[in-house]
T-cell receptor, first 112, second 113 residues
Framework: TQLLEQSPQFLSIQEGENLTVYCNSS?????LQWYRQEPGEGPVLLVT?????EVKKLKRLTFQFGDARKDSSLHITAAQTGDTGLYLC????????????FGKGTLLTVNP | DVKVTQSSRYLVKRTGEKVFLECVQD?????MFWYRQDPGLGLRLIYF???????EKGDIPEGYSVSREKKERFSLILESASTNQTSMYLC????????????FGSGTRLTVV
């Protein structure tokens, strides 16, 4: 069974601070997605990374896929209150073309 | 704007009732999924479908069934609702291929009393 461990589970910071959240596994994934979920809504896809060592930037968010394709990180620069939400990572592949393996998420609160 | 639409945002049902949750996608995706989301437990896969009339059990299928008669529609059925099925239910769709992500609906908050 493939597992994705996310850390930290909870993170509360002040607006303007930088932060990094992590997504780790002992399994290799062919792709890794990051989602953000706001309260009462479904998760929304932020990015997909597919190549080991790949780095993608989305404005103030930087996503990295580990060289061995077993881990990923999300770095937010100068966090804003609008970044508040649950951040989920999900891995694809590992024998299934259909379903993704989800981590339990990091709940980020950015305080004004 | 492509989307996944869940028929209800909030539902309150009584114990023992048969409950239908409907999900429709307009992206011609092959794969559709039903998850439930509970605090501390994350997203847990109930059932998924990779083609019309095809279905596979996920991690927690007990007490649930599904129906996919048309490509765009995937229904989740609670045969006899119980209080431990109170949860947020999320439907998602996805193109084939492990590198594609999910498009989720907005969720249905189901309360069984």
């Amino acid at each position: 069974t493939q597992l994705l461990e996310q850390s930290p589970q909870f993170l509360s910071i002040q607006e303007g601070e930088n932060l990094t959240v992590y997504c780790n596994s002992s399994s290799v994934f062919s792709s890794l997605q990051w989602y953000r979920q706001e309260p009462g809504e479904g998760p929304v896809l932020l990015v997909t990374v597919v190549t080991g060592g790949e780095v993608k930037k989305l404005k103030r968010l930087t996503f990295q896929f580990g060289d061995a394709r077993k881990d990923s990180s999300l770095h937010i620069t100068a966090a804003q209150t609008g970044d508040t939400g649950l951040y989920l990572c999900a891995g694809g592949g590992g024998g299934s073309n259909y379903k993704l393996t989800f981590g339990k998420g990091t709940l980020l609160t950015v305080n004004p | 704007d492509v989307k996944v639409t869940q028929s209800s945002r909030y539902l309150v049902k009584r114990t023992g009732e048969k409950v239908f949750l409907e999900c429709v996608q307009d992206m011609d995706h092959e794969n559709m999924f039903w998850y439930r989301q509970d605090p501390g437990l994350g997203l847990r896969l109930i059932y998924f479908s990779y083609d019309v009339k095809m279905k596979e059990k996920g991690d927690i299928p007990e007490g649930y069934s599904v129906s996919r008669e048309k490509k765009e529609r995937f229904s989740l059925i609670l045969e006899s609702a119980s209080t431990n099925q109170t949860s947020m239910y999320l439907c998602a769709s996805k193109r084939g291929g492990s590198w594609y992500g999910y498009t989720f609906g907005s969720g249905t908050r189901l309360t069984v009393v």
